[in-house]
């Protein structure tokens, strides 16, 4: 299958200040998503994820910049592209949804117009763009009716169906899906997951899901990529991500899982916080807060080790350690 999307070693940095200080928010991200395959991006808040599915798109804010790498969208550069070649590209190539959606939709205009409104199409006429839009209203399982419906009227898991709608409508590539179930309650979160998964298999959509719960994605990526202080540290299938985690952070994401409790356990916390990206600790950034902690963490950053089945940033994958005396 081919590649929809390619991150190759994607840099992100606030701009320098008055004292000439760059601070690095994105550390080299690197993944893939193939045709019709399905990659989650995990991690704690803070972690580069939400900033790097906007930087996919070239939504870049103002005061970053990119200073290093390549983001190939259906074989095109996003940071190569003109201003109108963006705009173009977000719809038809990717579609975008993000979380909070009453942030995103227009109080003063109907659910319909907005779809409508959003149809790159310009060969259309008038009543087979609507005809459009009601379609892809039953697409996400919701009624005609909600075509002259506002914001407002709408629950918030309907005015997710409704972005939903949007960001499919001109039949991209791919869908990024940033937290889309953040807001919702646990029933309508897993309404959008088996909606997201079905609009997968019928469009034959690749999907970029990010979240910072993992056990939401175990049930339907095809790949997890795991996020840490600006850095992708594990790539794995996702069965693998679950039931054997390489990466030390991966391993204690798994762990803080409800379902691995036992009764009357206490909750499991993963010491420390994520770091601040102006003071990112030397070696790997993971180290203060690692169980498995040697010398080399703390003075070298690990490269990607290859092992069948995933990808990890860690010393103790190196080419003399076999996999499973590492667990």
């Known amino acids: 299958m081919k590649t929809v999307l390619d991150v190759k070693e994607l840099k992100l940095a606030l701009k320098k200040d008055i004292f000439g ?57 996003v940071f190569k592209m003109s201003r109108r070649e963006i705009r173009e590209m977000r719809g038809t190539k990717a579609g975008m949804i993000f ?7 227009n109080p003063v205009f109907t659910a319909g117009d907005q779809i409508f409104e959003a149809i790159k199409d310009v060969g259309l006429c008038r009543d087979d763009k609507k005809r459009q839009c009601i379609e892809i209203l039953g697409d996400v399982g919701l009624p005609e009716d909600v075509y002259c419906r506002y914001p407002h009227q709408l629950s918030g898991g309907q005015q997710q169906r409704v972005m939903i709608a949007m960001a499919l409508i001109n039949k991209p590539s791919i869908l990024i899906a940033d937290e889309p ?17 079905a609009l997968i298999a019928k469009y034959g959509l690749s999907l970029l899901f990010i979240t910072h719960d993992i056990s939401l994605v175990a049930g339907f ?53 994520v770091p ?15 169980p498995y902690v040697m010398d080399i963490c703390r003075k ?8 069948e089945g995933f990808s990890v940033r860690c010393f103790r994958y190196g080419k003399d350690v076999e996999y499973d005396k590492c667990l």
């Open 99 to 105: 979380q909070e959606p009453s942030s995103y939709l």
């Open 276 to 290: 601040d990206f102006r003071n990112i600790p030397s070696g790997c950034a993971f180290h203060p807060r690692c």
């Open 181 to 197: 179930t953040t807001a919702l309650d646990v029933t309508t979160s897993f309404g959008i997951i088996e909606l997201l998964k």
């Open 221 to 273: 990526a095809d790949k997890i990529a795991v996020m840490y202080a600006g850095r992708v540290v594990e790539v794995s299938d996702a069965k693998m991500a679950i039931e054997k985690p390489a990466h030390p952070y991966t391993e204690k994401l798994i762990a803080c899982l409800p379902e691995r409790y036992t009764s009357g356990e206490r909750i499991r916390t993963i010491e420390g916080n």
């Open 21 to 77: 200080v760059e601070i690095n928010i994105l550390r080299g991200v690197s993944f893939s998503v193939r045709e019709r395959e399905s990659v989650a991006i995990v991690g704690e808040s803070g972690s580069g994820k939400t900033l790097t599915a906007m930087a996919v798109v070239g939504l870049v804010p103002d005061n970053m910049s990119v200073t290093k790498g390549e983001v190939l969208l259906c074989g095109k550069d």
């Open 300 to 307: 070298n950053e690990p490269a990607i080790t290859t092992k």
